[in-house]
């Protein structure tokens, strides 16, 4: 099944001087479900517009969004925003209580759950995330990284079946990163497709099943994570090639994990030609 369909989708800012700006140009894409998917690309080069596509806080201007085979459009937002669950860049702008309990309430509320249903849920998708602890503390009291937890966990109590998350590890040390890595791949386990937005090519390289590389609003390549090793591209787009790519690059060997880049290692070293 597609969880994500897109043809010739284009979007334009319209500017306080009467200007405008292209921010996608032509966007033609699909998306399996049960993938992990990662979008790198500058600043600027459109990724955030475009997730704002896949659960309808923008509805298509030019071109069609299909997600799960569900147009997306006025009509069918409010179905779209259920099956998919969106966690911006900066949770303080998702985080509006004075709880971190009815933070996560929030949407579970907005659809009338009941409220023994709501506590269930609320503290299934905290203990989800490891922030069980944090139910009763003020989300303006957090952490970057717990705050991240529990914007994430307000997405997870409605149980969307896919998952749209802008620059998730930004802000994060590696060990909080590693964690949510951790959590992602557990839900992917589970079933849900799992699309973000991240700067960070050498995570894109190990963990990714696809990626796309966004360049001034349009597509310039897609396909697995060895597309990172297309310089041009790269380069085009203002990234860097990964660094095990670069370390291996004349060998014959693509390592997208430190395991695999030690088992490599240890092949070398005990004197395999090539």
């Known amino acids: 099944m597609k969880a994500v369909e897109i043809s010739g989708l284009s979007f334009t ?78 949770p303080d702008n998702q985080l509006i209580s004075t709880t971190v309990y009815d933070d996560v309430a929030f949407g579970l509320r907005n659809y009338r759950w009941s409220e023994e249903a709501v506590q269930e849920k609320v503290q299934e998708a905290l203990e989800k995330v490891q922030a069980g602890d944090l139910a009763e503390s003020s989300p303006y009291h957090l952490s970057w990284g717990q705050k991240k937890r529990v914007a994430l966990a307000g997405v997870l109590a409605l149980e969307p079946e896919i998952l749209v998350l802008d620059e998730p590890f930004s802000g994060l ?31 894109a390289y190990r963990w990714a099943d696809e990626v796309v590389i966004l ?21 085009e787009a203002s990234l860097e090639v990964p660094v ?25 070293v005990e004197g395999d030609t090539y």
């Open 215 to 235: 360049s001034r609003g349009q597509i310039i390549n897609r396909g697995s994570p060895e597309i990172l090793t297309v310089e041009e591209d790269m380069k």
């Open 13 to 90: 800012y319209e500017t306080g001087d009467m200007t405008e700006i292209r921010a996608l140009q032509d966007i033609n894409l699909e998306v399996e479900a049960g993938k992990k998917v990662v979008f790198l690309g500058a600043n600027g080069s459109g990724k955030t517009t475009l997730f704002y596509h896949l659960n309808g806080l923008h509805l298509p201007r030019e071109g069609e969004v299909k997600i799960l085979g569900i147009e997306v459009g006025k009509k069918s937002v409010k179905e779209v925003r259920r099956r998919v669950g969106m966690v911006f860049e900066n």
């Open 173 to 203: 040390d590696p060990g909080v990163s590693g964690a949510l890595v951790s959590l992602l791949d557990r839900l992917n386990g589970e079933g849900k497709t799992v699309i973000a937005a991240a700067h960070d090519v050498d995570l």
């Open 244 to 268: 095990l790519a670069k370390i291996f690059e004349n060998t014959p060997y693509r390592p997208r994990s430190v395991e695999e880049a030690r088992a490599a290692i240890d092949k070398l």
